[in-house]
């Protein structure tokens, strides 16, 4: 298994403004996927972060609104720019367990309020 | 496209009846299936996958959940709750690329 800490938590934040969170693993990954789920929603996938290339984003994330930088194995980050209320959601980072199968490990997650 | 439907958004039951949770996938004669729970405040875990062979699934915190073909079912069950199990429980299927695609969840309330 897989553990991912993320960071921040849970975070309050005001229109207009960007937050960065950040997650690491344990161990080395391939691929690392960052999802959205808002308030009484489902999980949502935004995009997918493989190291050494672009984030492939899913229809409806674009990158201006959603950069991800993706350093090395480990480590993978998600900036949530120019935020909204809208945007108020919890932002989960996941790994994958087993090769294309879909079967995920996830971070507990950032939750954010934007005011 | 791919799609996993939770026809019930919110399921109320008594400590110690039986639970059953509906999922339908929509997706591949071979899918890729799973169930999440989500507890208040925390991450998501994995209760249990079906990949192939038995239908019949085990999982954690004894859960089970039953692969039906010819109803593009996956539904899960456990035959007598404990209040510890008042949580929001996603059903998934997996594409062959990897991704997961989630249901809308259904949130369960246990009452004493």
């Known amino acids: 298994s897989a553990v991912i800490s993320q960071k921040p938590s849970r975070d309050i934040c005001q229109r207009g403004t960007s937050l960065t969170i950040q997650c690491q693993v344990d161990s080395q990954v391939t691929m690392m996927f960052w999802y959205r789920q808002q308030p009484g929603q489902s999980l949502t996938l935004i995009a997918t972060?493989?190291?050494?290339?672009?984030?492939?984003?899913e229809s409806g994330f674009v990158i201006d609104k959603f950069p991800i930088s993706r350093p090395n194995l480990t480590f993978s980050t998600l900036t949530v720019s120019n935020m909204s209320p809208e945007d108020s959601s919890i932002y989960l980072c996941?790994?994958?367990?087993?090769?294309?199968?879909?079967?995920?490990?996830f971070g507990e997650g950032s939750r954010l309020t934007v005011l | 496209a791919q799609s996993v439907t939770q026809p019930d958004i919110h399921i109320t039951v008594s400590e110690g009846a039986s639970l059953e949770l509906r999922c339908n996938y929509s997706?591949?004669?071979?899918?890729?299936l799973f169930w999440y729970v989500q507890s208040p405040g925390q991450g998501l875990q994995l209760l249990l996958k079906?990949?192939?062979?038995?239908?019949l699934v085990q999982g954690i915190k004894g859960f089970e959940a039953e692969f039906k073909r010819s109803q593009s079912s996956f539904n899960l069950r456990k035959p007598s709750v404990h209040w510890s199990d008042a949580a929001e429980y996603f059903c998934?299927?997996?594409?062959?690329?990897?991704?997961?695609?989630f249901g809308a969840g259904t949130q369960v309330v246990v009452t004493p």
């Open positions: 996941s790994v994958p367990t087993a090769a294309n199968t879909g079967e995920l490990f």
């Open positions: 972060a493989n190291q050494g290339s672009e984030a492939t984003y």
């Open positions: 079906y990949f192939s062979g038995d239908t």
């Open positions: 998934a299927e997996s594409d062959s690329w990897g991704k997961l695609q």
């Open positions: 997706y591949g004669a071979t899918p890729y």
